[in-house]
């Protein structure tokens, strides 16, 4: 099965996949090896997760601050704060 790379998942994909990897990390009945890539993953996934967090709150961030009549600024995360 292939899985898709955490940079190409949308937030709650990652989320539902780093959930699932923690209760299989929980509940101990996988190997030391299969642990340690599954950690891997979870830290992959956990990244990508606060990645689309903090530009969904740029974005809101933006939209807010801008009057109703403005028209949506693209948003650029290379240029984010």
């Known amino acids: 099965m292939s899985r898709k790379k955490p940079e190409n998942l949308d937030f709650e994909s990652a989320r539902d996949e780093l959930q699932a990897i923690v209760e299989q990390l929980e509940q101990g009945d ?28 740029q974005k809101v961030s933006i939209l807010s601050e801008n009057s109703m009549d403005a028209e949506p600024e693209p948003f650029d995360p290379d240029h984010a704060d």
């Open 30 to 57: 996988i190997s030391l090896e299969e642990s340690l890539k599954a950690f891997e993953r979870g830290v992959a996934l956990f990244r990508n997760c606060q990645k689309l967090l903090a530009e969904a709150e």
